[in-house]
Every structure is written in C-alpha cells, then in structure tokens.
C-alpha cells in the first residue's frame, strides 16, 4: 500500500517538524505566486491559470512521488513549450487555446503516468546530458528574447524604436528596476521574498503614478475563488493528431527537468531515485492541471532549491505552500491588478537567466569534439526551428543515437603488450613488442552482439591474412560481459576457421554472463586448440613459456 500510496509513509508532524515545514512552505509559496502568474503569460494563457497550476497539481504530485521536497508548478521552459506547441493553432489567450494547453496537459499526464506504471522510466535516457543542456540554452534565450519587448517598453513586437515611436519610459523603469533588484536580491539572500515584495511594490507605484492611465500595460482583473472542474471539448482528430509531438517533448523536458532536481534531492537525503514513482506523481499532476483548466506542469530547479533551503525535511513544506497559494488567490488578486507586465517579464527573464551557462560548450568541445557538435547542432536547430522546438530536441536525440550506433558498430579493438609497468595496453599506441611470438593478443571492449561481431570477426580475419605465419590467438575477454546469438555464432565460425588453419585460440576471463551462452551453444569445444584461463595473469604465464609451437605451451 505505501508503495501505491508513499505519502503513507512519510513522518506524523509533530510541533517543531510542522514550524520548520510551514516556514519553507511560506517561503515557496509567496514566490510561486507571482512566477505563476509571469509564466501563465509565457505560455499564452490566462494568467489566473499559473496560479491553479500551483495548487491541485502541486499538492497532487506530492502526494504521490518519491521526491517529496519537490516544487511542482509552472516552469519556464515548460511554459514555452506549450506556447510554441500551440503557435498557428490557436489565438494566445483564447478558449481555444486554453483548451489545447488542457488537451497537452492531460495527454502527457497520461503518457507519463503510464510510464511510470510500466516501469518504462529508463526510456528517458535516450536524452544525453548535451543535447538537454543545448536545449535548455536554446530555449533560455527564446525566453528572454520573447520577454525583452514587454521589459523594455517595446510594444508587443519590439519594433516601435525602429518604426519611429518611442519606448514606453516607464514601462522600461519598471522592468529594468525591478531586474536589478530581483539580481541583487538573489546574490544577497536567496530565501528572501523578493519577487513578492516587488510585485507589491510595483504595484503601489503603479498605482500611484497612474500607469494603466497613462497606457501602460498592467495584469488587469483576475479571478476570485478556487478552480473548478474543466471538461475539455473535443478538438478533433486533426487537432490532436498535431498535439502527439509537442505531447512527447513536453512529456520528455518536463520529466528531465524533474530528474535534475530529484537526483540532486536523493543524494542529499543518501537514498536511490525512484524515478518510475516520480513519473507517476509527475504524471498526476500534469491530470490534476488539465482538471483545473491550466497547463502542464513541472519541477522547478530554482523553487526546488529555495525549498531545501528554507529547511524542508518532507512533502508537508508543499502542503504548507499550496495553503498559502490558495489563501493568496482568495485574498491577494486585487494586488496583482495593478502590477506592469514589464515586472512579469523580469521575473520570467531572471528565472531563465541562470540557464545560459556558454561556457558548457567550452567544456564540452575539450571532452568531446563530436558530442559538442551534436550540441551545437542542437541550439541552432532550436533557435532556427523556432516556435516548433521539439525539432531541436528531435534533432539532438536523432544525432545522438545515431553516434551511439556508430560506437556500437565499431567498438575499440586493439592489439595487447605488457607494458613495463605490467598493464596490458595497446601495443602499437605505446610501440610494445608482441606478447610471444606467432601470437596475435586482442582485447574488445564492447559486448559482443550483433553491433560488434562483425567488426571482431573481420579484425581477427584480415590480421590472419596479413600474418599466415599466426600460430596462436588471444582474447583478453574480461571486458566483454555480454552476448548474444550474433556473437555466439560469429564465435563459433571463428573457432572453426582457426581450428581448420591449426592455429590455438587461447580465452581469458570469460565472464559467466558469456561463457554460460557459449557452452549452452556447443561453441566451447574441450579440444587442444582451445585453452580456456580464468585470469590474465595464468595466461601471461603461460605465454611466457611459449617459445616455439603450440605443443610446447601447457594448458
């Protein structure tokens, strides 16, 4: 039961776990507040729904992951995906569209429930660290890109400047203000309510001055009271057959956006990741979103760690910050109407600012040129592609599985010596004599199946044709921990060929996994030309009293 149901097994508060949660949770939640609303304009919707995005789904998912100090809610990358998701097919803002981001919300709330249930978690490592890291870069800058007109007082299309007006002045003080201060704010004291108290002090200045008056773009009235149950209307199949895509992407970002924030959570509290049970609460959430009439949700990084830093121990920090949510929308919606759409773009631009990190490609090109490439690839394509992101993400996973198949087909063959240290390296890199003489000495370090056996099979035939005068063959096999029937038949038509051509085929340290197969296989004949050792050291002895053919070397 508390595998089904793991909030069972978190701790029965007691006063003091209930001070410490309850401040955390205030600390969340009076920051959620406003970024709800700055991400519900993100992503085009009404900006009442990043507020209902932080409450059911919130609470939901908590309930039902293993990461219980999680903060689950809008998120920026998240918000522009469903804003890129539904460009051409809907107007920002509009019923349709709001009904489209719910169709995204409950489709991959869906797709990610039954993952988890399957146990299908693992599928998410077809994204490797670079092509998420080019992503999120991508879309960093697409977000601040998008925020730059409303933080500057451009005018929805930045080109006011260029067409010959001018700037809304106070537009651009707010935002670059409020900029600032969230910068400082963030250096000086993290946990500090900053972006609340801006709001609210943008708020009365706004007020005061008269901006709405003056033409100035503010919140505007939001809603009163709780969400009520949304029942979305059928889009058609049409619709929704272009909604499988941005339902995959957003599926796959959201939950690595998760995986980020989890692993680091799971190895501070000295546990393994469940990550089947994340996807399932994660998943939840996402249903519970749709349900409340807003959009996909995600974990935040940065709320995630402000959470962990107030102090929070278990999920009842989230509880304590979903009340506070809901308090706020009960009683703080008169506030926000007055606050300037440039503050909201600065929160937006502050939260994503962090996720340009340029120096990732730096690093990555000294690890690895091909990987970088792939990277590199990966942010152009999704700034080119731009509002159809998934083809960045699709590109990247695209390049990236093709690499891993091409090292898959041609695994690290290479010709053993002993070196003087005693290791057994590559021969030619390190310009070794020859471990005996008549001897071919090979290691692969790949397992040996369908990818790699034609590539093993082929070094081992092309070396015998160069050397015909080859009397004995070894495998160093340790590294090789499994099999399948490919290589299982690629190394019996290898033992036929040497036993044909007389030569001895010497196997060291056949690890069960592949000499159980072989065996099972008949492939492992107990004849004189197939010497079978443990280790590498009973086969370096015995070679070491090979002087001449294989009837002077003892089994």
């Not at 799971?266 to 994660?282: F, T």
């Not at 929160?347 to 690093?363: D, M, N, T, Y």
């Not at 099979?457 to 015998?464: A, N, Q, S, W």
Request: hydrophobic share 55%.
């Amino acid at each position: 039961m508390k595998q089904l149901l793991p909030f069972l097994q978190w701790p029965r508060p007691d006063a003091a776990l209930l001070r410490q949660e309850a401040l955390a949770g205030l600390t969340v939640g009076l920051m959620v507040l406003p970024q709800g609303v700055a991400y519900a304009a993100l992503a085009g919707m009404p900006l009442v729904t990043g507020i209902y995005a932080s409450i059911l789904p919130a609470l939901i998912a908590v309930l039902f992951s293993a990461s219980t100090r999680l903060s689950v809610g809008p998120t920026a990358l998240s918000c522009l995906l469903i804003s890129a998701s539904l460009n051409g097919l809907a107007t920002p803002g509009s019923a349709q569209w709001v009904n489209l981001a719910v169709w995204l919300a409950l489709l991959s709330g869906l797709l990610q429930t039954a993952l988890g249930l399957l146990r299908f978690g693992w599928l998410l490592n077809l994204v490797s660290a670079p092509v998420l890291m080019a992503f999120t870069q991508a879309a960093a800058v697409l977000i601040v890109a998008s925020q730059l007109p409303a933080l500057l007082g451009l005018g929805s299309t930045g080109l006011r400047v260029w067409e010959g007006g001018w700037p809304d002045l106070y537009a651009m003080g707010f935002g670059l203000v409020s900029l600032a201060l969230l910068v400082l704010v963030r250096r000086w004291r993290p946990a500090f309510p900053s972006v609340l108290l801006i709001v609210v002090l943008s708020a009365g200045a706004s007020l005061a001055i008269g901006f709405e008056a003056l033409g100035g773009k503010v919140v505007g009235v939001l809603p009163h009271g709780l969400p009520s149950l949304y029942l979305p209307s059928w889009p058609g199949w049409e619709t929704l057959g272009q909604l499988v895509l941005p339902t995959l992407v957003i599926t796959l970002v959201s939950f690595l956006e998760t995986a980020s924030s989890a692993r680091v959570d799971s190895a501070r509290a000295g546990k393994p990741w469940d990550q089947n049970q994340d996807l399932i609460g994660q998943g939840l959430g996402k249903l519970a979103a749709g349900l409340s009439g807003a959009f996909p949700t995600s974990s935040s990084f940065s709320r995630s760690a402000l959470n962990v830093y107030a102090g929070a121990r278990t999920g009842w920090a989230t509880v304590a910050s979903v009340l506070v949510v809901v308090l706020a929308l009960l009683v703080f919606m008169p506030v926000l109407q007055q606050v300037p759409s440039a503050v909201l773009a600065a929160i937006v631009v502050v939260a994503v600012i962090g996720l340009l990190k340029p120096h990732e490609f730096v690093r990555l090109w000294r690890i690895s040129r091909v990987e970088a490439a792939i990277a590199g690839t990966t942010f152009a394509v999704t700034l080119l592609a731009a509002p159809r992101l998934y083809w960045g993400v699709l590109t990247g996973i695209l390049m990236a599985l093709s690499h891993f198949l091409y090292q898959r087909l041609h695994p690290r063959i290479i010709e053993v010596g002993q070196h003087p240290d005693g290791s057994l390296r590559d021969r030619h890199l390190w310009h070794l004599p020859p471990l005996a003489p008549h001897l071919y000495a090979l290691r692969m370090d790949a397992a040996l199946d369908f990818a790699a056996a034609s590539s093993f099979e082929r070094t081992i035939v092309e070396h015998l044709a160069q050397h015909p005068g080859t009397q004995h063959v070894c495998l160093f096999a340790q590294p090789i921990n499994r099999i399948d029937a490919t290589g299982i038949e690629a190394m019996a038509q290898l033992c036929a060929q040497l036993h044909r051509q007389g030569t001895t085929l010497h196997l060291s340290g056949l690890k069960l996994p592949v000499e159980t197969p072989l065996r099972r296989a008949g492939a492992l004949p107990s004849d004189h030309w197939l010497r079978l050792y443990r280790t590498d050291a009973e086969l370096l002895a015995a070679l070491a009293r090979l002087d001449g053919g294989p009837d002077e070397l003892a089994v």
